[in-house]
């Protein structure tokens, strides 16, 4: 570990860390929640950092989705480099819809795998198993496992029998705050027993998705996490707290989910067939959020772009339509894999495609998710005096192990 000097990962170096680095990415994490949280006095150790450290912001990628983030944040880059640009979305080269889930559609390594290459101790630790498969590509040796499928966590290639009794925790339910409390249980023992130098953690938005801020729930959430961000910090890491995405209501004054029907406003205006709408936030769970997010990504094969353009515009709750060239540019996005028109929606409406493709039976709170513009912000919280920021440009949330690692050896 000591002859690792410094590896250039993905156009940015990064000198080996001499302390341990911890980055936990909470899921779907708006600034006010863990405001509301120390308000109420739930989060005592964040609030001991004090200010600036505990009211930094980033801005997460577009869209703001769980995959696209959680990928920046491990590979420190924009999608248009590690070409995870949704949860979901139309392979161009088989015509397939497929989830963006698959280790094989990664384009850059992450920064986790490349140290572990070089002999570094690594772990990367996650809420649900779709980001398990993604964030535990390429590592050589390490800790990987996801509180959702703990029977398959691995530790330098070898299944790790009874993580439950070692995390001393049950196996938790995917759609439940226990989920993201074994992965910070989890975590938390590894850095303790293991002591890995670099460590991802990453959990889960179910209460983002149910609970406004500073509502009991979600403060009872942070007030957990806190605890665990103490152990954390009391263990000797360095630590980082950012998030993948924000979250916001989206629904009407009287409580009702505000919804465009992308496709059928695309077969009624230029005929069944011509256009193909994708909704990039499914993926496996989506009982909380029903499919519904503020991104969508329209192809259109049998009609002129322009066209599309133009109907989709004139929808009320739209903020901007643009082409695929437009939406590279202006999100920095992987051109073979973006569509040919996306469309974002504004702050408190969600993009669908057909009424009768969307479960709204199993919301059992008002509708609460993500994806457009309005859910960038996020947290960038520090347990270190803040610097080593990167200069010139906007702090962005994959900035994380960049700005943690220097912490650690400056």
């Known amino acids: 570990m000591r002859s690792i000097v410094s590896l250039e990962i993905n156009g940015r170096r990064y000198p080996a860390p001499e302390t341990p680095v911890v980055v936990v990415c909470v899921d779907g994490s708006e600034p006010e929640y863990h405001h509301a949280a120390i308000s109420a006095g739930d989060m005592p150790f964040l609030n001991s950092l004090g200010r600036p450290a505990t009211s930094l912001t980033a801005e997460c990628v577009m869209p703001s989705f769980t995959n696209p983030n959680n990928v920046s944040i491990a590979t420190g880059a924009a999608p248009s480099v590690h070409g995870i640009c949704g949860n979901f979305f139309l392979d161009p080269e088989t015509g ?33 198993d779709k980001l398990r498969r993604l964030l535990g590509a390429g590592l050589d040796s390490g800790v990987c496992l996801s509180a959702e499928k703990p029977d398959l966590a691995v530790a330098d290639g070898r299944l790790i029998p009874g993580v439950p009794a070692m995390v001393g925790l049950p196996p938790p339910d995917v759609y439940s705050a226990e989920l993201s409390e074994f992965a910070l249980a989890a975590g938390t023992h590894i850095l303790q027993t293991r002591r890995p130098m670099l460590m991802y953690i990453s959990l889960s938005d179910y209460v983002q998705h149910k609970h406004p801020p500073g509502a009991p729930e979600a403060n009872s959430f942070y007030r957990m996490l806190d605890s665990y961000l103490y152990r954390l910090h009391r263990a000797g890491a360095v630590l980082l707290v950012t998030a993948d995405h924000g979250m916001n209501a ?23 067939g011509t256009t193909t709408v994708i909704l990039p936030i499914t993926d496996p769970y989506v009982a909380h959020h029903a499919a519904l997010g503020s991104f969508a990504a329209v192809h259109v094969p049998g009609a002129d772009v322009h066209d599309a353009v133009r109907v989709l515009a004139a929808l009320p709750g739209i903020a901007s339509v643009l082409t695929r060239d437009e939406a590279c540019r202006t999100f920095q996005l992987p051109p073979d894999r973006t569509a040919d028109v996306v469309v974002v929606a504004e702050r408190d409406v969600v993009l ?33 005096p803040v610097q080593h920021l990167p200069a010139g440009r906007a702090l962005r949330n994959f900035d994380a192990f960049w700005v943690g690692i220097h912490h650690a050896t400056g």
């Open 96 to 128: 397939s819809e497929v989830m963006m889930n698959e280790p094989a559609l990664l384009r850059a390594p992450t920064i986790l795998a490349e140290f572990s290459k070089a002999g570094l101790p690594v772990a990367v630790v996650t809420a649900k």
């Open 250 to 272: 989206k629904v009407s004054p009287s409580g009702l989910p505000q919804v465009r029907y992308l496709q059928d406003v695309m077969d009624r205006s230029l005929g069944p």
């Open 352 to 384: 669908g495609t057909t009424p009768g493709a969307h479960d709204l039976s199993r919301l059992d709170r008002p509708l609460r998710s993500h994806g457009g513009l309005s859910e960038t912000r996020v947290p960038f919280i520090l347990n270190r």
